[in-house]
């Protein structure tokens, strides 16, 4: 998932440290909020 973040912001024009930066803040601040793993996305429910 990391990676991927990395990617998309690296493509949207970010450096590569930037979007480092920003992902490893982003997790910090999820895992502190107690959302440890990924949670339900409501474009997800119409798949099957």
Not at 10 to 18: D, K, M
């Amino acid at each position: 998932m990391n990676r991927i973040s990395v990617e998309a912001l690296v493509a949207g024009g970010a450096s590569e440290q930037l979007a480092r930066d920003i992902v490893a803040k982003s997790q910090w601040d999820l895992r502190i909020k107690g959302i440890r793993n990924p949670t339900n996305q409501p474009f997800m429910r119409n798949r099957k």
